[in-house]
T-cell receptor
Framework: KAGVTQTPRYLIKTRGQQVTLSCSPI?????VSWYQQTPGQGLQFLFE???????NKGNFPGRFSGRQFSNSRSEMNVSTLELGDSALYLC????????????FGQGTRLTVV | AQRVTQPEKLLSVFKGAPVELKCNYS??????LFWYVQYSRQRLQLLLR??SRESIKGFTADLNKGETSFHLKKPFAQEEDSAMYYC????????????FGQGTELSVKP
């Protein structure tokens, strides 16, 4: 079974721009979660989708949004990028409604300059 | 408040020595706790979860509700155990959400 795939692996954007990151979960998994990882804040939960519905949202500004498609693939979007958005963005997929095991992708490294 | 604390940023031991990575949590409900590991240049992956009470790669972790702890232990560390270790608490609000500690880097010296 292929693992969780995130694209692109690396991105460099300018302040004020917007960015879209993509995540393909493990085949059959219907839950997709997104996390931001930074040296200062560690791993922080962004949001979680299950069957195209956002079930859970972390404490991030509205500039961070996401969606999930009928094939369970998910995208997250960050608008009006700030320098502080530079981070590794991780996607995790889960097979059940309660996410008792999360399978992580390699992440997308976003650098905002 | 829901929180996971890993007090040590770096833990350095010699090969063959015992290892204990500390994790404390704060959660009002019934906790479900995990240890995730990230080896160099690899993705974050599940090491073990408290409900399965299993030993993976020689590691064990016992949930102590009285002390609100879930420390990870291994009696004899190996060099290949060198990695970042994250303790995580699963919370529920319709869906599951993992709250991670800051992580502990384990360095096992030869």
């Amino acid at each position: 079974k292929a693992g969780v795939t995130q694209t692109p692996r690396y991105l460099i954007k300018t302040r004020g721009q917007q960015v879209t990151l993509s995540c393909s979960p493990i085949s059959g998994h219907r839950s997709v979660s997104w996390y931001q990882q930074t040296p200062g804040q560690g791993l922080q939960f962004l949001f979680e989708y299950f069957s195209e519905t956002q079930r859970n949202k972390g404490n991030f500004p509205g500039r961070f949004s996401g969606r999930q498609f009928s094939n369970s693939r998910s995208e997250m979007n960050v608008s009006t990028l700030e320098l502080g958005d530079s981070a590794l963005y991780l996607c995790a997929s889960g097979s059940d409604r309660t996410n008792t095991e999360a399978f992580f992708g390699q992440g997308t490294r976003l650098t905002v300059v | 408040a829901q929180r996971v604390t890993q007090p040590e940023k770096l833990l350095s031991v010699f090969k063959g020595a015992p290892v204990e990575l500390k994790c404390n949590y704060s959660y009002s409900g019934s906790p479900e706790l995990f240890w995730y590991v990230q080896y160099s240049r690899q993705r974050l992956q599940l090491l073990l979860r408290h409900i399965s009470r299993e030993s993976i790669k020689g590691f064990t972790a016992d949930l102590n509700k009285g002390e609100t702890s879930f420390h990870l232990k291994k009696p004899f560390a190996q060099e290949e155990d060198s990695a970042m270790y994250y303790c995580a608490l699963l919370t529920y609000n319709q869906g599951g959400k993992l709250i991670f500690g800051q992580g502990t880097e384990l360095s096992v010296k030869p």
